[in-house]
């Protein structure tokens, strides 16, 4: 199954707040995007790895 527009629209955004700083709104679009993630794919996808990744990447910056 293909990752949805919205779900990539997250991980892009997500992205660029993390890029500038802004983890306060970075952190929670990661969290939405791996809950909807291990949802459709289940929590072993590589696309569910690579948002879990992201998250933790997030987390500890």
Known sequence: MPVST???FHVE???AY???GDLARAIPLHETTLTDSERVFGP???T???IRSNLDKA???
Request: aromatic content about 0%.
């Open 6 to 8: 919205a779900e990539r």
């Open 13 to 15: 955004v997500a992205g």
């Open 18 to 20: 993390e890029s500038v």
């Open 44 to 46: 072993d996808h590589p």
């Open 48 to 50: 569910t790895q690579i």
């Open 59 to 61: 987390r500890t910056t």
